[in-house]
T-cell receptor, first 114, second 110 residues
Framework: ETGVTQSPTHLIKTRGQQVTLRCSSQ?????VSWYQQALGQGPQFIFQ???????GRGNFPPRFSGLQFPNYSSELNVNALELDDSALYLC?????????????FGSGTRLTVV | AQSVSQHNHHVILSEAASLELGCNYS??????LFWYVQYPGQHLQLLLK??????LVKGIKGFEAEFIKSKFSFNLRKPSVQWSDTAEYFC????????FGKGTHLIIQP
């Protein structure tokens, strides 16, 4: 079975721009969640989608938005980028909405905002 | 609001020493607890998880954790560490998305 794949692996954007990050969930998984991991910190929960509907959101502003598609892949969109948005963005997928079976993480997208 | 805290941010041990990393959670409702490991340059990998049943959970690579409800704790243990256990360890919990602790950077000296 394939794992979670994220693209791109690295990205450099300018402050004020918009960015879209992509995630393909593991085969058989219908839930996708996104996390922001700053250097030296634990991952911070952004939001989660279960069967194309958002079913959980962390403490992130509305300029962080997302989508889940019918094939359960997902996008994270960030508008009006700020320098503090520079981080590793992780996608995780699971089977079922409550993570009972555990979450499988991708390798992440390293976003640098200059 | 749910929160997860890890007590030790940096731990240095010698090979064959015993390991215990602390984790406390603070939230109600369904208790779903995890430990993840992040080896240098690699993605987060699930070590073990607890949802219900036997509070002593066995994971991969010889790790185990004990859920103690009265102490809101879910500490990670390994009786004898190896150099290859050098990594970042994260405790996490939650149902609709995970709340993680800040992580413990574990260094095993040969």
């Amino acid at each position: 079975e394939t794992g979670v794949t994220q693209s791109p692996t690295h990205l450099i954007k300018t402050r004020g721009q918009q960015v879209t990050l992509r995630c393909s969930s593991q085969s058989g998984h219908n839930t996708v969640s996104w996390y922001q991991q700053a250097l030296g910190q634990g991952p911070q929960f952004i939001f989660q989608y279960y069967r194309e509907e958002e079913n959980g959101r962390g403490n992130f502003p509305p300029r962080f938005s997302g989508l889940q598609f019918p094939n359960y892949s997902s996008e994270l969109n960030v508008n009006a980028l700020e320098l503090d948005d520079s981080a590793l963005y992780l996608c995780a997928s699971s089977q079922g909405r409550d993570g009972t079976y555990g979450y499988t993480f991708g390798s992440g997208t390293r976003l640098t905002v200059v | 609001a749910q929160s997860v805290s890890q007590h030790n941010h940096h731990v240095i041990l010698s090979e064959a020493a015993s390991l215990e990393l602390g984790c406390n959670y603070s939230y109600g409702g369904t208790v779903n607890l995890f430990w993840y490991v992040q080896y240098p340059g690699q993605h987060l990998q699930l070590l073990l998880k607890y949802f219900s049943g036997d509070p002593l959970v066995k994971g991969i690579k010889g790790f185990e954790a004990e859920f103690i409800k009265s102490k809101f704790s879910f500490n990670l243990r390994k009786p004898s560490v190896q150099w290859s256990d050098t990594a970042e360890y994260f405790c996490g919990g939650g149902a609709d998305g995970l709340t993680f602790g800040k992580g413990t950077h574990l260094i095993i000296q040969p």
